[in-house]
């Protein structure tokens, strides 16, 4: 844990601060500590204090964000995207890579070590796993990993967890059930990383071919937090706290008819929220695609949407700790 959290590789001799991950990459989420979320959030609750009072102020002013998206993205590239203009920066935005170089065939470092000569942080979202930490080997700049394949996708899990601390008030004490492709989800595999730093419960509910992976298991077992797989949520829906839904993700299926075996394995309507605790928090990342009816949407336990305002916010804590700003 927190391997990175000595003093930046990307820091120039004689330039060092004493700001929290200033120059810092943001890769996994086994970098951070407790203590390190409860800052984070600190501060993402002065930015949201902040972006209500004034809208925006020159924080980064002068500050050049590189947005880097070999996948689609709506909520990751804009969220940055809003973030580092409303703290005054600006950004460089390659979210059709095919109109880059890269379609000429230039490979990630040099792609990186191109961005980084305009661009002070570089925001990544790549489909292969481990492509983030293979850019931040050559980069000398921050890179913010914004989703690697079905590896990580580390600031979403952060803004997950703001999430859940401020519509629950709390972490320690939740019972949490994750839903859907568990397998190949990357939001749920950092999330339950992130959560085993607490003193939670966590139901895994899936159709048996998409299970959470084994791996991730075993790293909960060695943390001490007890888990349960099932296949049916009404096993698990009445005793919890949060109820985090996501997508089954067409795009990583091989084999298009077990996408359409599993792909309406669970849709969370008005009757099966009745069977849920009155407090429970429902979530998605988004983008959905029906597993959660939009019925649902003006059920106060629906959370989604305010999920992506909490993501801004965090990820402006993230920018100006990087920046060594915060
Ligand atoms: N939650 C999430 O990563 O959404 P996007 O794919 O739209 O960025």
Same mark, same amino acid.
């Given at each position: 844990?927190?391997?990175?959290?000595?003093?930046?590789?990307?820091?120039?001799?004689? *330039?060092?601060?004493?700001?929290?991950?200033?120059?810092?990459?943001?890769?996994?989420?086994?970098?951070?500590?407790?203590?390190?979320?409860?800052?984070?959030?600190?501060?993402?609750?002065?930015?949201?204090?902040?972006?209500?009072?004034?809208?925006?102020?020159?924080?980064?002013?002068?500050?050049?964000?590189?947005?880097?998206?070999?996948?689609?993205?709506?909520?990751?590239?804009?969220?940055?995207?809003?973030?580092?203009?409303?703290?005054?920066?600006?950004?460089?935005?390659?979210?059709?890579?095919?109109?880059?170089?890269?379609?000429?065939?230039?490979?990630?470092?040099?792609?990186?070590?191109?961005?980084?000569?305009?661009?002070?942080?570089?925001?990544?979202?790549?489909?292969?796993?481990?492509?983030?930490?293979?850019?931040?080997?050559?980069?000398?700049?921050?890179?913010?990993?914004?989703?690697?394949?079905?590896?990580?996708?580390?600031?979403?899990?952060?803004?997950?967890?703001?999430?859940?601390?401020?519509?629950?008030?709390?972490?320690?004490?939740?019972?949490?059930?994750?839903?859907?492709?568990?397998?190949?989800?990357?939001?749920?595999?950092?999330?339950?990383?992130?959560?085993?730093?607490?003193?939670?419960?966590?139901?895994?509910?899936?159709?048996?071919?998409?299970?959470?992976?084994?791996?991730?298991?075993?790293?909960? *077992?060695?943390?001490?937090?007890?888990?349960?797989?099932?296949?049916?949520?009404?096993?698990?829906?009445?005793?919890? *706290?949060?109820?985090?839904?996501?997508?089954?993700?067409?795009?990583?299926?091989?084999?298009?008819?077990?996408?359409?075996?599993?792909?309406?394995?669970?849709?969370?309507?008005?009757?099966?929220?009745?069977?849920?605790?009155?407090?429970?928090?429902?979530?998605?990342?988004?983008?959905?695609?029906?597993?959660?009816?939009?019925?649902?949407?003006?059920?106060?336990?629906?959370?989604?949407?305010?999920?992506?305002?909490?993501?801004?916010?965090?990820?402006?804590?993230?920018?100006?700790?990087?920046?060594?700003?915060?």
């Amino acid at each position: 844990m927190a391997a990175n959290r000595t003093q930046s590789p990307h820091l120039p001799l004689g *330039d060092r601060r004493d700001t929290a991950f200033y120059g810092q990459d943001i890769l996994e989420v086994a970098q951070f500590r407790r203590a390190d979320l409860s800052y984070i959030f600190g501060v993402a609750r002065e930015m949201r204090e902040m972006v209500e009072r004034i809208g925006s102020f020159d924080l980064l002013k002068g500050k050049i964000l590189a947005s880097l998206f070999y996948e689609p993205s709506t909520r990751t590239a804009s969220s940055f995207t809003a973030a580092m203009e409303r703290l005054g920066g600006s950004v460089i935005p390659i979210s059709e890579v095919r109109y880059s170089s890269v379609s000429k065939g230039e490979s990630l470092p040099d792609t990186v070590r191109s961005l980084e000569c305009y661009a002070d942080v570089i925001v990544l979202r790549h489909p292969e796993v481990g492509a983030a930490k293979l850019a931040a080997r050559y980069a000398r700049k921050p890179i913010i990993n914004a989703g690697d394949g079905i590896g990580e996708h580390p600031t979403q899990a952060l803004l997950d967890l703001f999430t859940i601390v401020e519509e629950s008030g709390r972490v320690d004490g939740l019972t949490i059930t994750l839903l859907g492709d568990l397998k190949n989800g990357r939001t749920v595999h950092s999330l339950a990383r992130l959560l085993s730093m607490y003193d939670v419960k966590l139901n895994f509910v899936s159709p048996e071919s998409l299970a959470f992976p084994d791996k991730i298991l075993a790293e909960l *077992d060695e943390r001490g937090i007890p888990w349960e797989a099932h296949r049916e949520l009404e096993e698990v829906l009445p005793r919890s *706290d949060v109820l985090y839904v996501t997508r089954v993700q067409k795009e990583r299926f091989d084999d298009p008819d077990h996408y359409a075996r599993v792909k309406d394995a669970y849709v969370i309507t008005p009757e099966i929220l009745a069977r849920a605790r009155p407090q429970m928090v429902l979530m998605h990342p988004l983008p959905r695609v029906g597993e959660i009816s939009m019925e649902v949407d003006t059920d106060p336990r629906a959370a989604y949407f305010r999920q992506m305002e909490y993501g801004m916010y965090v990820r402006m804590a993230l920018l100006a700790m990087v920046l060594g700003k915060a």
